[in-house]
């Protein structure tokens, strides 16, 4: 992967300075980091109750699918997830780096690598699927190597302005990545890969702040959606919506790839403006 220098986070205003930051976006209000740990056991209570649902959904073409992890997080994290995808058909792996730490010790690198032996391997591009930090990593392997991409969905991933000061793990991020050191390829994270995108977010987001999580099209080069549902963060990858959601986008064809439409069930399981 090519390496050029960029701030992988926007740098920090403290508000009241005499600098001004145009991007400045406040974390998650409190409550919200505070209920995540509740909200994602009913996240998980609702998968429980929709499974029958989920697992009656038609099956897809069999193309292969990659799972990334969010910061901090593992294979094991989206197992259930795998599981579900891959009784759908689909040919689904992890990202298989361990734990999430960041771009540190040639992870993009060693991802893109990995991506390249898949695409070979099943001799077509993958689908994307990147949870929180993992959708920034889908994001930046599709922007590199479109060619090896079919498509990115992204989940709660905090690509727009303003992430650092909009992100409670922002610190903790920077302390294990020093910023002379992140060897990551672009300055404007919030511009899309040229491959179609979903950037999948919910206003009850407890890490980051929601709006960072959406794209724009005017910062897009390739057709671009933003899907908004109900519930946490940390619990995206175990929201029965969001596995509704990732079945119709997987279900997309290759080169005939349209946004999601609310029919049926989905009419009920999503906001009303999403």
Not at 98 to 124: H, I, S
Request: hydrophobic share 40%; with cysteine; charged share 20%.
């Amino acid at each position: 992967m090519a390496v050029r220098r960029m701030a992988f986070f926007d740098d920090v205003v403290v508000p009241g300075s005499d600098a001004v930051d145009p991007f400045y976006l406040p974390p998650p209000a409190p409550i919200l980091a505070l209920t995540e740990f509740h909200r994602v056991s009913l996240e998980v209570v609702s998968l429980a109750t929709l499974g029958r649902l989920l697992h009656a959904l038609p099956r897809g073409d069999g193309h292969p699918v990659m799972v990334l992890p969010g910061f901090l997080g593992s294979d094991s994290y989206n197992a259930a997830l795998r599981r579900f995808l891959t009784r759908l058909g689909y040919k689904v792996h992890g990202w298989g780096l361990g734990r999430n730490l960041g771009p540190r010790d040639d992870a993009l690198t060693k991802l893109q690598d990995r991506l390249a032996f898949l695409v070979d391997r099943y001799g077509e591009p993958l689908s994307l699927i990147g949870h929180s930090l993992g959708g920034i990593f889908a994001r930046e392997l599709a922007r590199e190597t479109p060619e090896q991409v079919r498509q990115v969905v992204s989940l709660g991933s905090p690509f727009g302005r303003g992430r650092n000061s909009a992100s409670y793990p922002a610190r903790l991020f920077e302390a294990l990545n020093p910023m002379d050191e992140i060897p990551i390829a672009l300055d404007e994270l919030h511009w899309s890969p040229p491959v179609p995108t979903t950037a999948v977010y919910s206003k009850g987001d407890g890490i980051v702040n929601w709006r960072t999580a959406v794209q724009s099209e005017d910062f897009a080069h390739a057709p671009v959606q933003n899907i908004r549902v109900r519930g946490s963060h940390c619990g995206m990858t175990l929201n029965p919506t969001v596995w509704y959601i990732l079945a119709d986008r997987l279900r997309q064809a290759l080169d005939d790839w349209k946004p999601f439409t609310a029919d049926g069930v989905a009419k009920v399981l999503l906001p009303r403006h999403h």
